[in-house]
């Protein structure tokens, strides 16, 4: 059996290294799960963070990598059980110098501006944080954003903290900033996403996956991206 799933240019999470090979803490989960569930070719697809969606409904493959899950996005899609729990953080210059630490303190600086990703639940978080439409800078992808931010074109980079950590551990000339969590203590979620004729597949690898979260080998393989319990713990604490 043959499964093509779709990734983004996001490490930790998915990526192409210098061999040309696909790597990543979602790409390893998601070789593992379908492994187990008897495929024998898993083929990658790199696409744009707007194309993910649209992709997998239209057939051009069979199910993409983790994503945050959203009641709109559940609309067009059929998500799988979370695999993680993820908070927001900034990705700034070295020595973070308008000392932006949350989306409200971008907000309350009007000469601030903050890059994300077309499409992603970052550009929502930071307008009900206050952050204003045209403090928000919008690219195609993560690239062009670290791109613009050491060129100084905007002050923040938005994605998640876990993602913009893995970003400044292997360039000092950038430095992450986690957000808090929520006051009702919730972290959003994110899990593989299918279309919704696909329901053999998307049952198969649910099966599979609330049989393997959690384990030691899923931790283990897990930490070596710097996922670390704290953003698996309480999707398995949830069994959803």
Do not use: C
Request: hydrophobic share 40%.
């Amino acid at each position: 059996m043959k499964v093509r799933i779709a990734y983004l240019e996001e490490p930790p999470f998915y990526s192409t290294d210098q061999n040309h090979t696909v790597t990543g803490s979602d790409i390893e989960l998601a070789d593992v799960v379908l492994r187990a569930i008897g495929v024998t070719s898993i083929e990658h697809q790199l696409t744009s963070f707007e194309e993910l969606l649209p992709g997998v409904q239209e057939g051009r493959w069979d199910m993409n990598v983790p994503i945050f899950v959203t009641p709109e996005r559940a609309k067009s899609v059929t998500f799988s059980a979370p695999v993680w729990a993820l908070v927001d953080g900034f990705l700034l210059p070295s020595g973070n110098p308008k000392a932006l630490t949350s989306y409200e303190s971008l907000a309350a600086r009007s000469d601030a501006r903050l890059g994300v990703v077309a499409g992603t639940v970052q550009i929502g978080s930071a307008k009900s944080a206050g952050v204003s439409e045209n403090q928000i800078v919008v690219f195609k992808g993560q690239s062009e954003a670290l791109e613009a931010l050491l060129a100084g074109k905007i002050d923040a980079y938005v994605g998640t903290a876990v993602g913009n950590r893995a970003l400044a551990v292997s360039d000092s000339r950038f430095e992450a900033v986690a957000h808090e969590k929520s006051k009702d203590g919730k972290v959003p979620v994110g899990a593989f996403s299918f279309s919704k004729s696909n329901h053999a597949l998307l049952q198969a690898v649910d099966e599979q996956l609330r049989k393997y979260l959690g384990s030691a080998d899923h931790r283990t393989r897990m930490a070596k991206y710097g996922i670390t319990d704290a953003e698996i713990d309480s999707v398995i604490a949830g069994k959803m």
